[in-house]
């Protein structure tokens, strides 16, 4: 029962401070509204808000279950949001596509979201795990994970409905693994409506924080088989989704 309690309340603080933090950033709009919007897959206008906010909610509640878990999720929400500003007109999609403009000099601002978030991952999996092994499979749990949601938010509600999808089946468990899912949880929940309404997009700085909240729960959660695993299907699931991008720019 103290365990649920929890649980409860980690969920419960995360999205009541995800609301919150969206409706300050709305009422200040650092930089002035323009900055905060975007033109979404329709072509309609929409909120940045729910980004960050979910970034500061997730990784506050990811922290009070581990401080290495804190860590990652911000980091990959602040990388994020340097995407969302300093990428905004870069046609350039994919990591292919930046590490072509790296090999030729350029560093873009996906090479420093792909190196950044990666690093973070590492720092993360190697306070989370004991054994080396362990440690860098977990890297690459927490940064794929990243990776993989910011794949999937190509429509309104995708990514944060694949991290409520995803994170529910760690509420069963004890520990930082359930705290850490509830936090994941708690940031999808509080943004799903407005995505799903198309009244906000949660860019990269959402995307990848929430997918680095849902790694650090997979990686508590599991031991070197399940890291294993996860990792194998991350990396799977990246490479197919590159081809897939890749053949719908050639066609398009």
């Known amino acids: 029962m103290i365990a649920l309690a929890g649980r409860s309340a980690t969920f419960t603080a995360v999205a009541a401070l995800t609301r919150a933090s969206i409706t300050a950033l709305r009422s200040t709009a650092p930089g002035g509204p323009a900055r905060w919007e975007r033109k979404n897959y329709a072509g309609r206008t929409v909120e ?3 980004g960050p906010a979910a970034a500061v909610g997730a990784a506050l509640g990811a922290a009070r279950a581990h401080r290495g878990a804190g860590f990652a999720v911000l980091a990959a929400g602040a ?10 007109d870069d046609p350039r999609r994919g990591f292919r596509a930046h590490l072509g403009a790296l090999r030729d000099g350029e560093v873009t601002s996906g090479a420093v979201k792909l190196f950044g978030i990666s690093a973070a991952g590492l720092v993360a999996g190697a306070l989370l795990k004991e054994r080396l092994v362990d440690k860098l499979l977990a890297g690459v749990v927490i940064a794929g994970s990243a990776h993989f949601v910011n794949l999937v938010d190509v429509r309104p509600g995708r990514a944060a409905g694949a991290v409520l999808g995803l994170s529910a089946p760690g509420l069963l468990r004890g520990g930082p693994a359930g705290r850490l899912s509830a936090a ?3 940031a999808a929940v509080a943004v799903l409506p407005d995505d799903l309404g198309e009244r906000a997009m949660i860019g990269d700085a959402g995307a990848h924080a929430l997918g680095a909240a849902l790694g650090t729960a997979i990686v508590a959660g599991n031991g ?4 294993v695993a996860h990792a ?3 990396v799977a699931a990246t490479v197919y989704g590159e081809k897939v991008s890749d053949l719908a720019r050639s066609l398009g």
């Open 48 to 50: 940045l808000y729910a």
């Open 79 to 88: 990388c994020g949001a340097y995407d969302d500003v300093a990428g905004a």
């Open 184 to 186: 994941a949880l708690g």
């Open 224 to 227: 070197r088989a399940g890291l």
């Open 232 to 234: 194998a299907a991350l």
